[in-house]
Every structure is written in structure tokens, then in C-alpha cells.
């Protein structure tokens, strides 16, 4: 599976913006997917993630409440951030789950490139 994460850029602090994540096959709505970030520095940390059958989702405590994750049945999974604050700067990365779904990189199989937000206050 090939993910192809878009979307990022510099915004100001209170701003939104939506990351989008397209994967390369059709059998994408078998796959859980979920949102880390990695800033310069720090290990990958989880953000979100949604089940295949867009049943569930599970966010980072510093997320709920500003950042939204969905998908569509076909290949998209979408991170809608609001209230965007300096500190969620970084680069995000969306990933695939073949088998179930979690909050650690090590349970996903597949990752995208990587798309960069920065927020500035």
C-alpha cells in the first residue's frame, strides 16, 4: 500500500487546516489508519486514528476536541485540525493498519511521506 499524505503548510495560531491521506489500493477499506507526528528531535507520536469501518477513533489527550479524523469508503482518510496552536508543530505522517489499530508506530504496516504543518503564534 503506497500513502500519499497532503494538505500541510504554515498557519497562524487559532487557524485550520486538513491533511488528507490517499492510498494506492483498493482494498483501503480494509486497512485502520491513523495520524502521527514527529517533531525535529522527539520520537513519532500518536495524533489519531479511525478503525476500517470508520466505526471508531481514538485521539491524543492534546488533540481531542480541535483535531477530526474520518474517512471516506474509498481511499481517503482526512485530519481535520482547528485551533491550531504552535506546539502541534511538526510533520505528520499517515499510516495503514493490516491488522488491528493502536496508538504506537509498531502497529502499523504502511507509511506515508510525511507532510509538514507549522503553526505560528
Known amino acids: 500500500v503506497q500513502l500519499q499524505a497532503s494538505g500541510g503548510g504554515l498557519v497562524q495560531a487559532g487557524g485550520s487546516l486538513r491533511l488528507s491521506c490517499t492510498a494506492s489500493?483498493?482494498?483501503?477499506?480494509?486497512?485502520?489508519m491513523g495520524w502521527f507526528v514527529q517533531a525535529p528531535g522527539k520520537e513519532r507520536e500518536f495524533v489519531a486514528a479511525?478503525?476500517?469501518?470508520?466505526?471508531?477513533s481514538a485521539y491524543a489527550d492534546s488533540v481531542k476536541g480541535r483535531f477530526t479524523i474520518s474517512r471516506t469508503s474509498e481511499s481517503t482518510v482526512f485530519l481535520q485540525m482547528n485551533a491550531l496552536k504552535p506546539k502541534d508543530t511538526a510533520v505528520y505522517y499517515c499510516?495503514?493498519?493490516?491488522?488491528?489499530?493502536?496508538?504506537?508506530?509498531?502497529?502499523?504496516?504502511?507509511w506515508g511521506q510525511g507532510t509538514q504543518v507549522t503553526v505560528s503564534s
Open positions: 499510516a495503514a493498519a493490516s491488522r488491528g489499530w493502536g496508538r504506537t508506530p509498531l502497529e502499523y504496516d504502511y
Open positions: 489500493e483498493r482494498t483501503f477499506r480494509r486497512y485502520a
Open positions: 479511525i478503525s476500517s469501518g470508520a466505526g471508531s
